[in-house]
């Protein structure tokens, strides 16, 4: 029977963890993702979980150490943000490589420098390329409801890659919502055990992790995590399906709000998605066919499910929480971009950038927003590149 509780969404996070009950967590503690391993601590101390807590002295120290307990066949997990995940960078990699389905809660937060320890999404976005699966959650309950679907989509056996739960540093990690909880014993029997089919301490099957690999072998290496990403969809999508039977809560890798009849859309992810929902009820109230298209999947990256959404607008603005410095754009944009251009999209694509280091996004920047698109359209010209919403030029 479902239980409802007011959580915040470190809490729900460390929750869904301690239902989990993973053999292995080493964790470092950084603002705002501390409170996961502290409250973790607690269930460890007081014997609610089995786990084996590693407190280690730096982020890089938890993931080797996440490695290190995965490769051996137990199930590790970890949390990080910001500057943390930028000390892990080494080893994320060796993670993704060794194809070792390690569970890791991001609590994003904006990186230095400047120094500031408030949302947005370049620390993900930095790690985008690293073979990790990257979901992110709008809310409390999306960021618990992924944890309790992790392990199911990177321990399955045609995808065995790590993956990222995302949430809003502050915005969801420390703000407290209504939530709907599961069973433990539910949680126990949708994760289930742990059983990989390789790991070091199979006595009867030996095997080497991580050796270094000549030209001869490291493409086909890679070649591999590239077909396990491949899967990820499918998976993902049959894992969400099994969650809404159990849970009544559906979801799928993207979500698509008020979009039956757009003509202008506007792409985004995690918490501000929430915003710019009620946003988008004010100007359908006034006559506006807008939607929004939520990006909850970002690596890999959703492209048919993203373009088909797309697929009968006039104009759409793509919101990124993160800066590239290309010159061209945000992360977001330039996949969308691309999978609007494999689609023969004939959609004008703007791209905006907004919520650097903890900025709100505003109803007046939503305005500035839609304003821009109908001009597009109506002049069928794109007036510049990308934009800032809200900064003092």
């Given at each position: 029977?479902?239980?409802?509780?007011?959580?915040?969404?470190?809490?729900?996070?460390?929750?869904?963890?301690?239902?989990?009950?993973?053999?292995?967590?080493?964790?470092?503690?950084?603002?705002?993702?501390?409170?996961?391993?502290?409250?973790?601590?607690?269930?460890?101390?007081?014997?609610?979980?089995?786990?084996?807590?590693?407190?280690?002295?730096?982020?890089?120290?938890?993931?080797?150490?996440?490695?290190?307990?995965?490769?051996?066949?137990?199930?590790?997990?970890?949390?990080?943000?910001?500057?943390?995940?930028?000390?892990?960078?080494?080893?994320?990699?060796?993670?993704?490589?060794?194809?070792?389905?390690?569970?890791?809660?991001?609590?994003?937060?904006?990186?230095?420098?400047?120094?500031?320890?408030?949302?947005?999404?370049?620390?993900?976005?930095?790690?985008?390329?690293?073979?990790?699966?990257?979901?992110?959650?709008?809310?409390?309950?999306?960021?618990?409801?992924?944890?309790?679907?992790?392990?199911?989509?990177?321990?399955?056996?045609?995808?065995?890659?790590?993956?990222?739960?995302?949430?809003?540093?502050?915005?969801?990690?420390?703000?407290?919502?209504?939530?709907?909880?599961?069973?433990?014993?539910?949680?126990?029997?949708?994760?289930?055990?742990?059983?990989?089919?390789?790991?070091?301490?199979?006595?009867?099957?030996?095997?080497?992790?991580?050796?270094?690999?000549?030209?001869?072998?490291?493409?086909?290496?890679?070649?591999?995590?590239?077909?396990?990403?491949?899967?990820?969809?499918?998976?993902?999508?049959?894992?969400?399906?099994?969650?809404?039977a159990l849970s009544g809560r559906h979801y799928d890798?993207?979500?698509?709000?008020?979009?039956?009849?757009?003509?202008?859309?506007?792409?985004?992810?995690?918490?501000?998605?929430?915003?710019?929902?009620?946003?988008?009820?004010?100007?359908?109230?006034?006559?506006?066919?807008?939607?929004?298209?939520?990006?909850?999947?970002?690596?890999?990256?959703?492209?048919?499910?993203?373009?088909?959404?797309?697929?009968?607008?006039?104009?759409?603005?793509?919101?990124?929480r993160a800066e590239s410095f290309s010159n061209q754009?945000?992360?977001?944009?330039?996949?969308?971009?691309?999978?609007?251009?494999?689609?023969?999209?004939?959609?004008?694509?703007?791209?905006?950038?907004?919520?650097?280091?903890?900025?709100?996004?505003?109803?007046?920047?939503?305005?500035?927003?839609?304003?821009?698109?109908?001009?597009?359209?109506?002049?069928?010209?794109?007036?510049?590149?990308?934009?800032?919403?809200?900064?003092?030029?």
């Amino acid at each position: 029977m479902a239980k409802r509780d007011r959580l915040s969404g470190n809490e729900a996070v460390a929750i869904a963890m301690r239902q989990i009950n993973p053999d292995v967590m080493p964790a470092f503690p950084i603002t705002p993702s501390t409170e996961i391993p502290q409250y973790f601590s607690t269930f460890v101390a007081n014997g609610r979980v089995d786990t084996e807590f590693i407190p280690v002295e730096s982020e890089h120290s938890a993931m080797s150490a996440a490695i290190g307990a995965s490769a051996a066949g137990a199930r590790a997990l970890t949390a990080t943000s910001s500057c943390g995940m930028a000390y892990m960078w080494e080893e994320l990699h060796v993670a993704a490589s060794d194809r070792l389905p390690i569970a890791l809660a991001l609590v994003n937060r904006a990186l230095t420098g400047p120094i500031n320890i408030n949302a947005d999404h370049s620390d993900g976005m930095g790690a985008r390329d690293c073979g990790w699966i990257q979901i992110y959650s709008e809310n409390n309950q999306e960021a618990y409801d992924n944890f309790v679907m992790a392990y199911r989509i990177a321990e399955h056996k045609d995808v065995r890659l790590p993956i990222m739960i995302c949430q809003d540093g502050f915005i969801t990690s420390h703000a407290v919502e209504n939530i709907t909880l599961l069973e433990d014993e539910e949680v126990k029997n949708f994760v289930g055990e742990y059983n990989p089919e390789n790991y070091l301490l199979n006595e009867k099957r030996p095997m080497a992790l991580g050796p270094y690999s000549v030209t001869n072998y490291y493409m086909e290496a890679r070649r591999g995590q590239a077909e396990g990403m491949r899967h990820v969809p499918e998976v993902a999508r049959e894992v969400m399906k099994e969650f809404a039977a159990l849970s009544g809560r559906h979801y799928d890798l993207i979500e698509s709000y008020r979009m039956e009849d757009a003509e202008y859309a506007i792409v985004i992810m995690s918490s501000a998605a929430g915003t710019a929902k009620a946003y988008v009820d004010e100007l359908r109230e006034n006559g506006e066919k807008v939607g929004i298209v939520k990006v909850r999947m970002f690596r890999p990256f959703p492209a048919e499910d993203v373009a088909k959404a797309l697929s009968n607008v006039k104009a759409v603005a793509i919101l990124d929480r993160a800066e590239s410095f290309s010159n061209q754009g945000g992360p977001l944009a330039a996949e969308t971009a691309q999978a609007l251009f494999r689609a023969r999209s004939r959609a004008y694509a703007l791209n905006y950038i907004y919520g650097l280091g903890g900025r709100d996004l505003l109803k007046e920047h939503i305005t500035q927003v839609l304003a821009d698109l109908k001009a597009t359209v109506q002049s069928g010209a794109y007036s510049g590149g990308y934009k800032y919403l809200g900064v003092r030029e």
